[in-house]
C-alpha cells in the first residue's frame, strides 16, 4: 500500500510538469542568468541551484515515461526541452567564472548524473543530431571537467588532503555514473574508468594528514567524520555508480569495502523509531526533520 500511494503521488507530482511549467522554469532561468552575470556572488548561487533542479526534474520525468501508463506525450516533449536546455546551460558549476572557483563542483557532479540517467532512460526520444548535443554537454560540461580537476594527477587542483570528505566522492562518482551510461562514445573511457575507480577506492581508505591536521574519513569503527547526512549524501552518488557498474560488469566489487559493513551500525545509532515515526538525530548541522533513511 504505501508503495502504491508513493508512486500514485509521485505520477501526480510528474503529471503537473508540463509544458506550461518548463516555460516557466526557462523563463526564470533567463532571468537569474542575466542576474548572475551582473552581480555574480550569491545570484549566481540561485541560478545553479535553477539549473540543478531542473537536471533533476528531467530524471523524475524519464522515469515518469517508463513507469506510468498515462498518456505521455506533452510529458516527452517537456522531457525533450528541459533536457535540452540544461546542456544549453554554459557550464554546471555553482559559482560561476570567478578567481579561485571550481571547474567542477558539487553542482557539476549532481547534474552530471541527472541528466546522464534521464538520457539513458529515454534516448529513444532525440534525434541523432540531438543526441550528439547531449552526448557532447555530458562529456565536456560534466565529465572531462570533473575528472581534470579531481582525478587527473597531472592537473588536479583537489585532492584528498584538500577536499577529502563528502565533496570528492559526490563529484567524482557523478562523473562515474555518466561515463558508464556513455561508454561507446567516450574515446578514453577505460583510462578515465580505471582511474576513477582507485580514486573511489582510495576515498574509503584514506588514512588522513597528520601534517595538514586532516583526519581519516572513516574510524575504526566505521565512524564517518561528518555527520550522517553528510554521509548520505556522500555516498547518494556511489551507490547509483555501484549499480551501474555491476550491471554492466556483473561484478560487485565497489561494495567490497570493508568499512561499508560497518556503516549499517553508524546509521543506527543516529536514528530513533518514535511513534510519530523514524527521527534522525540532529546535532545543529542538519535540518531537524523526519526521514525515511
Known amino acids: ?32 542568468r542575466q542576474r548572475a552575470e551582473q552581480y555574480g556572488g550569491p545570484k549566481h548561487m540561485r541560478y545553479g541551484n535553477t539549473v540543478r533542479s531542473l537536471a533533476e526534474d528531467c530524471l523524475k520525468l524519464a ?10 506525450e506533452e510529458t516527452k516533449s517537456s522531457l525533450k526541452q528541459a533536457i535540452l536546455a540544461v546542456c544549453g546551460v554554459e557550464e554546471w558549476v555553482f559559482q560561476g567564472k570567478v578567481d579561485g572557483a571550481f571547474n567542477a563542483d558539487l553542482w557539476t557532479g549532481d547534474i552530471t ?32 571537467p570533473i575528472y581534470q580537476e579531481w582525478v587527473d594527477p597531472t592537473s588536479h587542483r583537489h585532492a584528498l588532503d584538500t577536499m577529502g570528505h563528502n565533496w570528492w566522492l ?19 573511457y577505460q583510462t578515465l574508468l580505471d582511474e576513477i575507480l582507485e ?32 554521509l548520505s549524501y556522500a555516498l547518494s552518488n556511489y551507490v547509483l555508480f555501484e549499480e551501474l557498474y555491476r550491471q554492466k560488469y556483473g561484478v560487485g ?12 551500525d553508524f546509521y543506527l545509532v543516529h536514528f530513533q ?7 534522525e538525530a540532529n546535532f545543529g548541522d542538519t535540518p531537524l526533520r523526519q526521514t525515511g533513511h
Request: proline share 1%; glycine share 6%.
Open 199 to 230: 580514486g573511489v577506492r582510495e576515498w574509503f581508505a584514506y588514512p588522513g594528514n597528520v601534517l595538514q591536521n586532516k583526519k581519516a574519513n572513516f574510524g575504526p569503527d566505521g565512524d564517518y567524520i561528518e555527520f550522517v547526512s553528510y
Open 63 to 72: 522515469v515518469y515515461c517508463r513507469v506510468s501508463a498515462a498518456d505521455q
Open 170 to 188: 559526490v563529484i567524482v562518482c557523478g562523473a562515474g555514473v555518466a561515463l558508464l551510461t556513455l561508454q561507446n562514445h567516450v574515446a578514453q
Open 273 to 279: 523509531v518514535l511513534e510519530s515515526g523514524v527521527q
Open 253 to 264: 566489487e565497489l561494495f567490497q569495502e570493508e568499512i561499508l559493513k560497518k556503516l549499517v
Open 1 to 32: 500500500d504505501s508503495l502504491a500511494q508513493g508512486l500514485r503521488l509521485f505520477e501526480e507530482e510528474c503529471a503537473k510538469k508540463d509544458s506550461a511549467y518548463v516555460q516557466q522554469i526557462l523563463q526564470r532561468m533567463q532571468k537569474e
Open 113 to 144: 548524473v541527472s541528466l546522464s540517467l534521464a538520457y539513458d532512460t529515454v534516448s529513444e526520444l532525440f534525434t541523432q543530431e540531438e543526441k550528439e548535443t547531449i552526448e557532447y554537454a555530458l562529456l565536456h560540461k560534466g565529465i572531462l
